[in-house]
């Protein structure tokens, strides 16, 4: 199982990114993904996270409104839609696989990527 996250990078505050989770080694089906994100000197925060089944989708509130997760099962990857992006955005963004197929939102998480840094600075 490999989780390959890409699509970070500086981007000035108000503006947008569009990360990418790559999967292998899985199928998108039967297992749900997760965003996380970690910033300097900080704990990692969940962010997001999407089901296998029908698509729904769970956020953390400051992230309501401007990131949107989303899926596409032919490509087996997963996308997160950061709009409006803010300073305190910055930090490194993880994607990770729910531990148990089926389970939503995820107890647990089994697998995770490398990361993507995001920076939001003018």
């Known amino acids: 199982v490999q989780l390959q996250a890409s699509g970070g990078g500086l981007v000035q505050p108000g503006g947008s990114l569009r990360l990418s989770c790559a999967a292998s080694g899985f199928t998108l089906d039967y297992y749900a993904v997760g965003w996380f994100r970690q910033a300097p000197g900080k704990e990692r925060e969940w962010v997001s996270c999407?089901?296998?089944?029908?698509?729904?989708?769970y956020y953390a509130d400051s992230m309501k409104g401007r990131f949107t997760i989303s899926r596409d099962n032919a490509k087996n990857t997963i996308y997160l839609q950061m709009n409006s992006l803010k300073p305190e955005d910055t930090a490194v963004y993880y994607c990770?696989?729910?531990?148990?197929?089926?389970?939503?939102?995820?107890?647990?998480?089994?697998?995770w990527g490398q990361g993507t840094q995001v920076t939001v600075s003018s």
């Open positions: 990770a696989r729910g531990a148990t197929p089926g389970d939503f939102p995820p107890y647990r998480y089994a697998y």
């Open positions: 999407i089901s296998s089944s029908d698509g729904s989708t």
